[in-house]
Every structure is written in C-alpha cells, then in structure tokens.
C-alpha cells in the first residue's frame, strides 16, 4: 500500500495527436512537441482541480510536451516540480521516425509486445520496470504527500497496471479496449 496519495496526469494535446497517419517521434525528438492550444487549456482546467488537492510535489517526465504540462499545473497549485528521465515515453529504437504502423506490425501479437523490443528500443516490461522502480524510490522517499505523476500513455498505463497488480493479459485487454489513460486525462490512483 502506497505511502502517498498519488495522482497520475498523462500530458495534453500536441499536434501529434491530430495526425491520421502517426509517425513515431518519442524520444529524442527531431524538434520538440508542444501542447496545441486546445492541450494548454485542458491542462488548465486539470490544474484548478488539482489546486484543491493541494498537490505537493510534480515528477515528470523531461520531455517537451509532458514539461509543459507540469509548468502550467505548478503555476496553478505552486507545486515543486523533478524531471525525471525514467517517466519518458517507451523508446521505440529503430522505429522512431516511422509510421507508427510498421512498429505495431514488428509483433507477432499485442503479448509479444511485453518481452520482444526492437532493435535500439525496449519492450512493455522493461518500461513498466523503470516507471514502477521510479514510484518505488519515491514511495520509499516521501511520506503522506500529494504526488502528481506526469507522463504519457505507456508508462501511465503500464505503472498504473502494476500498483494494480493487473497481468499482462488485463493490460492488453485495457489497451485492445481503449481503456487506458487518454490525452489530458488525470487519475487518482
């Protein structure tokens, strides 16, 4: 049982998200994905909400878009926010910079997603080892604080899972249901 009470806010809208045809740009990104208006605004209403949990402390994930997203929840609740690295999106290895279909196409099955990685990449468990080690080290650390957790949907979805203690059959059946954490949404674990 965690220590703190933990809120999960999965960064808001970029232009990414408006694409049809989805190429991959995780991590490092050629230039950086920054929140669409309709995304400042989103994140502007989740952090009204969240002045009145009295937030104490923001971890995100260092990326362009998940920054921002935590900047403009500080700004609301004056939290203190720590980047940290092991919150960034899964890396996709040689897939990055392609259509997003080619990698889904590299698995065999949605199962063979959590051990199978691409070449350069990591698989689901490997992301799912460094998020969960992450809230690990800070469950460990803090004690009876309001922690907001900023990242994006795999390592939300995946961090969420093991707090949980959901199988890997329960998280696939999540994601094949589109029940996993959406853009700009906040989650009360």
Same mark, same amino acid.
């Given at each position: +049982?965690?220590?703190?009470?933990? /809120?999960?806010?999965?960064?808001? =809208? ?8 989805k190429i ?43 920054? =921002? ?5 500080? *700004? *609301?609740?004056?939290?203190?926010? %720590? #980047? ?5 999106e899964i890396? %996709?290895?040689? /897939? ?9 196409? #590299? /698995?065999?099955?949605?199962?063979? +997603?959590?051990?199978?990685?691409? =070449?350069?990449?990591? !698989?689901?468990?490997? %992301? =799912?080892?460094? %998020? &969960?080690? &992450? /809230? ?5 650390? #803090? !004690? ?46």
């Amino acid at each position: +049982m965690p220590k703190n009470n933990y /809120f999960l806010l999965r960064h808001g =809208q970029t232009p990414y998200q408006l694409k049809k045809d989805k190429i991959i740009y995780p991590w490092p990104e050629p230039k950086p994905l920054l929140l669409t208006k309709k995304g400042k605004e989103e994140i502007k209403s989740i952090a009204k909400k969240l002045k009145k949990e009295k937030i104490d402390l923001i971890f995100s994930s260092d990326l362009p878009r998940t920054r =921002q997203t935590a900047e403009i929840i500080a *700004e *609301e609740t004056g939290s203190k926010i %720590v #980047y940290d690295q092991r919150l960034r999106e899964i890396n %996709v290895g040689i /897939f990055r910079g392609r259509k997003i279909k080619e990698y889904y196409d #590299y /698995f065999s099955s949605p199962e063979e +997603m959590f051990w199978k990685a691409p =070449q350069k990449g990591e !698989n689901l468990r490997e %992301v =799912q080892k460094r %998020v &969960f080690d &992450f /809230f690990k080290e800070i469950d460990k650390k #803090y !004690n009876r604080k309001n922690i907001l957790i900023v990242s994006h949907g795999d390592p939300l979805w995946l961090l969420e899972g093991k707090i949980k203690k959901k199988s890997d059959a329960e998280l696939i059946k999540e994601k094949l249901e589109g029940k996993t954490i959406k853009i700009g949404e906040l989650r009360k674990l």
